[in-house]
C-alpha cells in the first residue's frame, strides 16, 4: 500500500531540493572522468585564493624570497606556459583564469598551483633533486593538474559538507579548517590521497601533450623515490613508490 503525500511534504521536499541545487553543482575532471560534488561556486573559491596568494607573496617578498632566483624563475615560467596551453585545451573555461607564476627560495616551499591558477613554486625543491626541464614539467603538470581538476574547491566542499551549519559556512572558515584542524585533514586523507594520483596522472598527460619527453616524467618520480628524507607526508600522498609504478604503467599507455 502507498501512502499519500501531503501538500506539505511536497513543499517541504521541492524546497529541499531547490536549496541543494543553489548550493552545489557536479561536474566532472578531465581525462579521469571521476565525478565531483562542490558547494562553493568557482568565482568564489577564485576570489579566495587570489587573496590567499597576494597574502604569501607578501610574505615572501618581505623575507626576500620571492623570485629571488631570476634564472630558474625564467625557467620555470617558460616551462609552465607550454603547460598552461595544454591545460587550456582540456578545459577551455581556464583561457579565462588569471594565470601567475612565481618562485621562492623558502626551503620550506615545494610546489603549489591554487585554483585560478596561482602557481608557487620553491627553487630550493628543484635544486635539491636536481630538475632537468622535462622533470620539472612533470612537476610542474602535477601542480597545475591540481588547478585543472578543481581540486580546492573540491575540498573547501568537503569541509563545508563536514560542517553542521551547510550550506551557511563561509568560504575563509572552510579554509581555516583545511589548513589547521587536524581532525577535518585526517578526514579528508582519503579524498587527498585520490587526488594525488589524480594529480599525477593528469599531469603527465598535460606534460605528454605539451610534448615533453614521457622519459623525464618517470625519472621525476624516481628521484622522487631516492629523495632522502622523503619529500611528501604519507598520511596525504602515495608513497613514493607507488608514483613511480603508476608513471611507468601510464608512460607505456601514453608512449603507445
Not at 597574502?55 to 615560467?77: C, F, M, Q, W
Not at 593528469?202 to 632522502?228: C, E, H, R, T
Request: hydrophobic share 45%; net charge negative; glycine share 6%.
Amino acid at each position: 500500500m502507498v501512502s499519500k503525500v501531503s501538500k506539505g511534504m511536497v513543499g517541504r521536499i521541492v524546497l529541499f531540493l531547490a536549496l541543494w541545487l543553489v548550493c552545489a553543482a557536479v561536474a566532472q575532471v578531465p581525462e579521469t572522468g571521476r565525478w565531483q560534488n562542490f558547494t562553493f561556486s568557482p568565482e568564489a573559491v577564485h576570489a579566495y585564493t587570489a587573496t590567499r596568494y597576494r597574502e604569501i607573496l607578501a610574505e615572501l617578498d618581505a623575507k626576500g624570497g620571492l623570485d629571488d632566483t631570476p634564472a630558474l624563475t625564467e625557467r620555470v615560467s617558460r616551462i609552465a606556459e607550454t603547460l598552461i596551453r595544454s591545460a587550456i585545451a582540456l578545459k577551455r573555461e581556464a583561457a579565462t583564469w588569471q594565470w601567475e607564476i612565481h618562485t621562492t627560495s623558502d626551503a620550506d616551499w615545494v610546489a603549489s598551483c591554487m585554483a585560478g591558477g596561482k602557481l608557487l613554486v620553491g627553487t630550493k625543491f628543484i635544486q635539491q633533486l636536481g630538475l632537468d626541464d622535462g622533470e620539472l614539467a612533470t612537476l610542474l603538470g602535477h601542480e597545475i593538474a591540481h588547478a585543472l581538476a578543481e581540486h580546492q574547491r573540491e575540498e573547501l566542499s568537503e569541509v563545508a559538507l563536514l560542517d553542521p551549519t551547510h550550506p551557511t559556512i563561509e568560504i575563509e572558515t572552510a579554509a581555516s579548517r583545511l589548513e589547521t584542524d587536524l581532525g577535518v585533514q585526517i578526514r579528508l586523507a582519503r579524498l587527498s590521497r585520490i587526488q594525488e594520483n589524480e594529480a599525477d596522472q593528469l599531469g603527465m598527460i598535460l606534460a605528454k601533450n605539451a610534448s615533453w619527453p614521457i622519459v623525464d616524467m618517470v625519472g621525476f618520480y624516481q628521484k622522487l623515490v631516492d629523495a632522502d628524507p622523503p619529500t611528501f607526508r604519507a598520511w596525504s600522498h602515495p608513497s613514493a613508490a607507488a608514483r613511480l609504478n603508476m608513471a611507468q604503467i601510464l608512460a607505456i599507455l601514453l608512449g603507445r
